[in-house]
Nanobody
């Protein structure tokens, strides 16, 4: 049974940066695509960025492309999301997740992910 724990969220001014981390424990996720999603009250969880199992293919939502970077350190079993040039509309709870099946490319659909962290709050003030 694996567990994902996010950290690194907080309050930042518009234009600032944060780096989110997602530490995996209990099992290795090196053979699984992983992703970052976010959610605001009353809205569905939305795709932010994914990374394929091999780490060479990334996928970003249009709203974050050019500002966010997803990466992983397999030795540390940790996934990262570097967020630059933050905007107030980036305010949300951010979740990391591991895809259900191994060797995937990283789906944009939250329903394709089985393991989820509890989330970390990111608040961007204007």
């Amino acid at each position: 049974q694996g567990q994902l724990v996010e950290s690194g969220g907080g309050l930042v001014q518009a234009g600032g940066s944060l780096r989110l981390s997602c530490a995996a424990s209990g099992r290795t996720f090196s053979s699984y695509a992983m992703g970052w999603f976010r959610q605001t009250p009353g809205k569905d969880r939305e795709f932010v960025a994914t990374l394929n199992w091999g780490g060479g293919i990334t996928n970003y939502a249009d709203s974050v492309k050019g500002r966010f970077t997803i990466s992983r350190d397999t030795a540390k079993n940790t996934l990262y999301l570097q967020m630059n040039s933050l905007k107030p509309e980036d305010t949300a709870v951010y979740y990391c997740a591991a895809e259900r099946r191994p060797y995937g490319l990283g789906s944009r659909l939250p329903t394709q992910y089985d393991y989820w962290g509890r989330g970390t709050q990111v608040t961007v003030s204007s």
